[in-house]
């Protein structure tokens, strides 16, 4: 019912030069059309990216956007500069956004704003930190996180469940600890939305994703593809968890 995304969060990796050579050697492969591709370079190769990637079965997006579409904010990008370059994805509000640069829930949810209202598709992070989920305060954080996102359209929005205790460390969460965050998601989702909507909605799991454990946690009721940083990076381990995506989707087992 729900198309699986995979999505590669490079974060600050890859120059035009790689993300080029990268692309020619993804499309290469045969992308299964029953899984949505998204490959998120870094800014300065969005535009090399995205004159690979149109029209073919791999969709681009940016780190991140501004919630102003102008104006006095060095540094920043808006959406219309990267709808101009044919940007089609943005991800928005990420633990390390969040933790190393003071992006809060307020300001993730602008950007988001900003992006839809630009006609770009949003995928949102949320997660909790190791000393949160210790503390119990799991559905609390998400609760919180996901509060005011009743704002947002719901036909144009992907979120991402990333704790923030698995990102990079190679920590995964267990089959059991996703499914009970993304159904508790869910059920957060349709509060907010109606429950059509929010069984519509993709729920990504993120967090040391890789080919190992992509199958466990790609079959989960509520895990609806994933967003994946340092798999990511390689195209074979990328394309094996595309791969493994499109086994899950097609209700098999490896
Ligand atoms: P990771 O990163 O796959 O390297 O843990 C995921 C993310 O930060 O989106």
Not at 29 to 50: G, K, N, S, Y
Not at 87 to 116: C, M, N, P, Y
Not at 172 to 184: K, L, V, Y
Not at 230 to 237: N, T
């Amino acid at each position: 019912m729900r198309t699986p995304l995979i999505a590669g969060n490079w974060k600050m990796h890859k120059g035009v030069a790689e993300t080029t050579g990268y692309l020619e050697e993804l499309l290469a492969e045969d992308v299964p059309t029953t899984v949505d591709v998204l490959c998120c370079p870094p800014f300065t190769a969005l535009p090399a990216a995205t004159m690979i990637a149109t029209g073919s079965a791999v969709h681009i997006g940016a780190q991140n956007v501004h919630w102003e579409s102008t104006g006095a904010f060095t540094g920043e990008i808006a959406a219309p500069m990267l709808v101009e370059i044919g940007i089609t994805w943005v991800i928005v509000g990420h633990s390390e956004r969040r933790t190393l640069f003071g992006e809060t829930d307020a300001t993730a949810l602008a950007r988001a704003k900003a992006a839809q209202a630009a006609s770009l598709e949003v995928i949102y992070c949320i997660g909790e930190s190791l000393e949160e989920r210790d503390a119990g305060a799991t559905f609390a954080v998400l609760e919180r996180q996901t509060e005011a996102l009743g704002e947002l359209d719901p036909t144009h929005l992907v979120l991402a469940y990333e704790p923030v205790w698995a990102i990079g460390t190679g920590r995964t969460a267990t089959a059991a600890q996703a499914q009970e965050a993304h159904a508790f998601l869910r059920l957060r989702l349709a509060a907010l939305f109606g429950g059509e909507a929010a069984a519509a909605i993709r729920i990504l799991y993120g967090g040391s994703l890789k080919p190992d454990n992509a199958n466990e946690l790609l079959r989960l009721a509520d895990v609806d593809g994933g967003l994946i940083g340092g798999a990511s990076l390689d195209v074979r381990s990328f394309s094996a968890i595309i791969r493994a995506a499109a086994v899950c989707a097609a209700g098999d087992t490896l």
